[in-house]
């Protein structure tokens, strides 16, 4: 069996990653091909393109770098038309792969998109494109299915694949790794997987580390990064800043530093939901540029933007956005967490809500899928 898999972000080299490896336990004569991230690859797949090559596609990434990311789509589907695999599978990154996929689809190949466009809360407009496009879609969120049940798009929940993978471990285990005591009081900072959001939020985390340490002097602060770019970057920006901040730095395991934290302050994203179903309490923050800012205000139809304040229930973690995303917002709430033991355990008890709701055993579930598109 052939199968054609595209990821666009290190989240969904992460997905595609653990679903090549569910699908070669029931298959070991799978072949997957297309445009890899390095997780892929050591699950042994063949990159065609590799991650880096599409891997900014941000507004302002998108913009900056147009030409090419278009030339490796036009090119990698008029390979695909050539040399037709069993089935398409495009993980997240609408934006990229749907346009893959309408092209596919109206050829004759199955096409499959793991991880649905968020119609449902912006640019809804997409949802036709996505009945185009799509012969099956994969939802990972409980509450997306309404919308998508109305257009009579084929669609499966089967929950986030990173609630099936990651398990409350020992706190103490990965304090112990990273050289930190079992009653420190640990804050974990992720301002990122991408270099903008590096620039625009370091910063910020960093002024807040600061103005914690004024009511906590004995924290410890602890840094993740995804690439050695991203912690250039930071590291770049803390010594222009010139302040005496000793974090500790690390690269490529942004779970075992969540899993070592009490409190993670984060970007929007992957990070807040990791945080979430490890159980550590998350302060969410985020800032785009302009345009970008404006964009969302106009196509927005929700007033939340972490993923976790969509869950039943209402809003779940503080978050600050744009011009709220300031020091003062982010230490208040920080020490919020810290001091007020029922807020955090209210907190606490919705993340487990969540993850509860997210286990469905998700690549299980898609595996089923691509081998019934591929008629096996």
């Given at each position: 069996?052939?199968?054609?898999?595209?990821?666009?972000?290190?989240?969904?080299?992460?997905?595609?990653?653990?679903?090549?490896?569910?699908?070669?336990?029931?298959?070991?004569?799978?072949?997957?091909?297309?445009?890899?991230?390095?997780?892929?690859?050591?699950?042994?797949?063949?990159?065609?393109?590799?991650?880096?090559?599409?891997?900014?596609?941000?507004?302002?990434?998108?913009?900056?770098?147009?030409?090419?990311?278009?030339?490796?789509?036009?090119?990698?589907?008029?390979?695909?038309?050539?040399?037709?695999?069993?089935?398409?599978?495009?993980?997240?990154?609408?934006?990229?792969?749907?346009?893959?996929?309408?092209?596919?689809?109206?050829?004759?190949?199955?096409?499959?998109?793991?991880?649905?466009?968020?119609?449902?809360?912006?640019?809804?407009?997409?949802?036709?494109?996505?009945?185009?496009?799509?012969?099956?879609?994969?939802?990972?969120?409980?509450?997306?299915?309404?919308?998508?049940?109305?257009?009579?798009?084929?669609?499966?929940?089967?929950?986030?694949?990173?609630?099936?993978?990651?398990?409350?471990?020992?706190?103490t285990n990965y304090r112990e790794k990273y050289g930190l005591n079992e009653d420190d009081w640990v804050v974990a900072l992720l301002p990122g997987s991408r270099t903008n959001e590096v620039k625009r939020l370091a910063?910020?985390?960093?002024?807040?580390?600061?103005?914690?340490?004024?009511?906590?002097?004995?924290?410890?602060?602890?840094?993740?990064?995804?690439?050695?770019?991203?912690?250039?970057?930071?590291?770049?920006?803390?010594?222009?800043?010139?302040?005496?901040?000793?974090?500790?730095?690390?690269?490529?395991?942004?779970?075992?530093v969540i899993e070592a934290s009490d409190i993670v302050i984060a970007a929007s994203g992957t990070a807040a939901l990791e945080s979430a179903l490890c159980g550590k309490p998350v302060v969410v923050s985020y800032r785009?540029?302009?345009?970008?800012?404006?964009?969302?205000?106009?196509?927005?139809?929700?007033?939340?933007?972490?993923?976790?304040?969509?869950?039943?229930?209402?809003?779940?973690?503080?978050?600050?956005?744009?011009?709220?995303?300031?020091?003062?917002?982010?230490?208040?709430?920080?020490?919020?967490?810290?001091?007020?033991?029922?807020?955090?355990?209210?907190?606490?008890?919705?993340?487990?809500?969540?993850?509860?709701?997210?286990?469905?055993?998700?690549?299980?579930?898609?595996?089923?899928?691509?081998?019934?598109?591929?008629?096996?």
């Amino acid at each position: 069996m052939r199968i054609a898999m595209v990821v666009a972000e290190a989240s969904g080299d992460n997905i595609a990653a653990n679903l090549i490896c569910t699908m070669k336990a029931q298959n070991p004569d799978v072949e997957v091909s297309g445009i890899c991230g390095p997780s892929m690859i050591q699950q042994g797949a063949r990159a065609i393109y590799k991650l880096d090559d599409i891997a900014s596609l941000g507004v302002e990434g998108l913009f900056s770098r147009l030409h090419k990311i278009l030339k490796i789509r036009r090119d990698y589907v008029n390979s695909l038309l050539e040399n037709p695999p069993d089935v398409f599978v495009g993980i997240d990154a609408p934006d990229f792969n749907l346009k893959i996929e309408e092209r596919l689809r109206k050829a004759g190949i199955p096409t499959l998109q793991y991880v649905a466009p968020t119609v449902w809360a912006w640019r809804g407009y997409r949802i036709h494109k996505l009945k185009r496009a799509v012969s099956q879609l994969l939802t990972i969120y409980p509450f997306e299915g309404e919308l998508i049940e109305r257009t009579g798009i084929p669609y499966k929940y089967i929950g986030h694949p990173l609630a099936d993978q990651i398990a409350v471990r020992s706190t103490t285990n990965y304090r112990e790794k990273y050289g930190l005591n079992e009653d420190d009081w640990v804050v974990a900072l992720l301002p990122g997987s991408r270099t903008n959001e590096v620039k625009r939020l370091a910063a910020i985390f960093l002024q807040t580390a600061t103005e914690l340490l004024k009511t906590k002097p004995n924290l410890k602060f602890i840094a993740p990064f995804t690439s050695e770019s991203t912690h250039t970057t930071f590291e770049n920006i803390r010594c222009g800043m010139n302040i005496d901040l000793p974090v500790q730095v690390v690269v490529n395991d942004s779970l075992g530093v969540i899993e070592a934290s009490d409190i993670v302050i984060a970007a929007s994203g992957t990070a807040a939901l990791e945080s979430a179903l490890c159980g550590k309490p998350v302060v969410v923050s985020y800032r785009v540029s302009l345009m970008t800012y404006w964009m969302v205000r106009v196509l927005s139809k929700t007033r939340h933007y972490s993923m976790l304040n969509h869950f039943d229930g209402g809003p779940t973690i503080p978050e600050f956005m744009q011009n709220q995303c300031t020091v003062e917002n982010i230490s208040r709430e920080t020490l919020k967490l810290m001091s007020d033991t029922g807020y955090r355990n209210h907190i606490l008890e919705k993340f487990n809500s969540i993850a509860q709701q997210l286990k469905c055993n998700a690549n299980q579930l898609a595996a089923q899928e691509i081998f019934r598109l591929a008629g096996q």
